[in-house]
């Protein structure tokens, strides 16, 4: 075994246990933090610095073989969707007018220039109704 | 329709090297989902002429990601620190980011890099302005976005400069 050897496998080892303790760190946020969006921002690290170090200590065990060109593309996967699923929740959550605890920014539980056109159920209803009037 | 084939043989080898192996079922199986992924691309209208004038430099974006590499780490680290705080104090905010991409690639390029880095969330991209919700007050630097913004912005050149 040469000293390069010893020497990835040292730093391998590093990310492994440092992306490890990042998951706990994250799982303990999750719990600890107040409401919903304080929650967001703890699954964040667990995405990013959880799940990254973990793939570069995987792939510093691999070497330069198929596992690693695998483990770069779960990589590339997770940094496009993690970030598209939470803006996904994020955004589902404030148009449905939750906001963060202690909110001072008064932006408005429903802003009009942001759902256009505006979700009011009317239109539909009033259609379900036509239909009913209609077959009695 | 060259990038309709380009995007289908890209999709079909990336199926070859997660499967690695050759069996006609596989092989099948593969051509199927390529199609099938194609027919709902296209439905998305993905492969519609987007507005080609301006271009994206992959140069600018590796060193992009080296330099985003280092917020997120920095941002995790202050955010590792309000978990493990004995009282957890936070002073979450809602504000608003003016962005300058021109191409929707561009904006989705900054909006991801918000979200990546913890302690900014981004929560709404309809409007000329993004809404971000931030953790605490020294996440909500409007400095530290708008070096961001204007760095993505970089990568993006028109077809004339270059």
Same mark, same amino acid.
């Given at each position: 075994?040469?000293?390069?050897?010893?020497?990835?496998?040292?730093?391998?080892?590093?990310?492994?246990?440092?992306?490890?303790?990042?998951?706990?760190?994250?799982?303990?946020?999750?719990?600890?933090?107040?409401?919903?969006?304080?929650?967001?921002?703890?699954?964040?690290?667990?995405?990013?610095?959880?799940?990254?170090?973990?793939?570069?200590?995987?792939?510093?065990?691999?070497?330069? &073989?198929?596992?690693?060109?695998?483990?770069?593309?779960?990589?590339?996967?997770?940094?496009?969707?993690?970030?598209?699923?939470?803006?996904?929740?994020?955004?589902?959550?404030?148009?449905?007018?939750?906001?963060?605890?202690?909110?001072?920014?008064?932006?408005?539980?429903?802003?009009?220039?942001?759902?256009?056109?505006?979700? &009011?159920?009317?239109?539909?209803?009033?259609?379900?109704?036509?239909?009913?009037?209609?077959?009695? | 329709?060259?990038?309709?084939?380009?995007?289908?043989?890209?999709?079909?080898?990336?199926?070859?090297?997660?499967?690695?192996?050759?069996?006609?079922?596989?092989?099948?199986?593969?051509?199927?989902?390529?199609?099938?992924?194609?027919?709902?691309? @296209?439905?998305?209208?993905?492969?519609?002429?987007?507005?080609?004038?301006? *271009?994206?430099?992959?140069?600018?974006?590796?060193?992009?990601?080296?330099?985003?590499?280092?917020?997120?780490?920095?941002?995790?680290?202050?955010?590792?620190?309000?978990?493990?705080?004995?009282?957890?104090?936070? *002073? @979450?905010?809602?504000?608003?980011?003016?962005?300058? *991409?021109? =191409?929707?690639?561009?904006?989705?390029?900054?909006?991801?890099?918000?979200?990546?880095?913890?302690?900014?969330?981004?929560?709404?991209?309809?409007?000329?302005?993004?809404?971000?919700?931030?953790?605490?007050?020294?996440?909500?630097?409007?400095?530290?976005?708008?070096?961001?913004?204007?760095?993505? =912005?970089?990568?993006?050149?028109?077809?004339?400069?270059?």
């Amino acid at each position: 075994m040469s000293i390069l050897d010893i020497v990835i496998n040292g730093v391998s080892w590093v990310s492994i246990v440092t992306g490890s303790i990042f998951l706990i760190i994250g799982a303990t946020g999750i719990i600890r933090f107040p409401d919903f969006w304080s929650r967001l921002h703890a699954a964040a690290i667990v995405d990013s610095a959880g799940a990254g170090l973990l793939l570069l200590g995987m792939a510093l065990q691999a070497g330069l &073989t198929f596992v690693t060109i695998k483990l770069v593309l779960i990589g590339i996967f997770l940094l496009i969707t993690g970030p598209t699923s939470t803006h996904a929740i994020a955004n589902a959550a404030f148009v449905s007018g939750s906001r963060p605890l202690g909110d001072k920014s008064g932006k408005p539980v429903v802003p009009a220039d942001v759902i256009e056109p505006p979700l &009011t159920a009317e239109p539909i209803t009033a259609e379900l109704n036509e239909d009913l009037t209609s077959k009695t | 329709m060259v990038r309709l084939l380009a995007i289908g043989l890209g999709l079909f080898a990336l199926w070859l090297l997660l499967s690695g192996l050759f069996k006609p079922l596989l092989i099948g199986l593969g051509i199927v989902s390529t199609l099938a992924t194609l027919a709902i691309a @296209q439905r998305m209208g993905l492969f519609k002429k987007a507005n080609n004038d301006t *271009q994206h430099s992959f140069v600018g974006f590796i060193l992009y990601l080296g330099w985003l590499a280092v917020e997120i780490a920095k941002s995790n680290w202050s955010v590792t620190r309000i978990i493990l705080a004995k009282t957890i104090t936070l *002073q @979450q905010t809602l504000f608003d980011v003016p962005t300058s *991409q021109k =191409t929707d690639l561009g904006k989705v390029l900054f909006a991801n890099s918000i979200i990546l880095t913890p302690a900014t969330i981004t929560v709404e991209t309809e409007n000329k302005t993004f809404l971000v919700h931030a953790l605490t007050e020294e996440a909500a630097d409007l400095d530290a976005l708008a070096e961001m913004d204007r760095r993505i =912005t970089t990568i993006e050149y028109d077809k004339g400069d270059a």
